[in-house]
């Protein structure tokens, strides 16, 4: 996996977009830039993936720029419900890749 | 259902005690991992395996081991528990390696007394 570099915490209040930036520098071209989320005690889950441009679901945004050594993971109109650590992985889809290192993540608490 | 099953949810022991923690999944996915998380620590990966009887290490894989003799089953041995094994365990597959969607279990929080 290519190493990550996002922030340790963010907080954010109900109803605003909340952007959360990971930076991966040394992105190799297969690689793909996939989010996690996870609520305490729970296991992480998947929530988007993409290779460039943006990518939209129901529940997120990608945004990646041209160049591709950061990406923004972007929740709209935030609630207390998306209180959860944030993970970025960069790597790519099963062609080398078997070691996996979620880190830290980052912290998002929304404050009523 | 699509699902990743972890038995026990819930274990407290004794230092010493043999210990075995199933993991199973029904989606015929090839990869499978273990981790652990501990807090400010975030998730490490235990060992993971690409398929049948082919497993390998990852980041923390000291007093563990782990086999997979079926595409779906891959449970995690501690052979002899220690204190510094008390966390919370999760179990995962995916299709293939690599950032596959992982599906993870619901988690084993294990206690080493």
Redesign the interface.
Known sequence: ?AKTTQPISMDSYEGQEVNITCSHNNIATN??I?W?Q?FP??????II?GYKTKVTNEVASLFIPADRKSSTLSLPRVSLSDTAVY?C?????????????????TRLTIIP | EAQ?TQNPRYLITVTGKKLTVTCSQNMNHE?M?W?RQDP??????IY?S?NVEVT?K??VPEGYKVSRKEKRNFPLILESPSPNQTS?Y?C?SS?????????????T?LTVL
Do not use: C, H, I
């Not at chain 1, 005690?41 to 998947?46: D, H, I, K, L």
């Not at chain 1, 992985?89 to 880190?103: A, I, Q, S, W």
């Not at chain 2, 400010?40 to 990966?45: K, P």
């Open positions: 996996l690689d793909y996939t996690y996870q005690s729970q296991g992480p889950r998947f993936q993970y992985l960069v790597g790519d889809l099963g062609f080398g890749n078997e070691k996996l290192t979620f880190g830290t993540g | 990743v990869y991992s981790y400010g620590l975030g998730l490490r990966q993971y690409m390998d990852g980041d919370l999760f995962a299709r293939l390696a690599g950032v596959n969607e992982q599906f993870f279990g619901p988690g929080r």
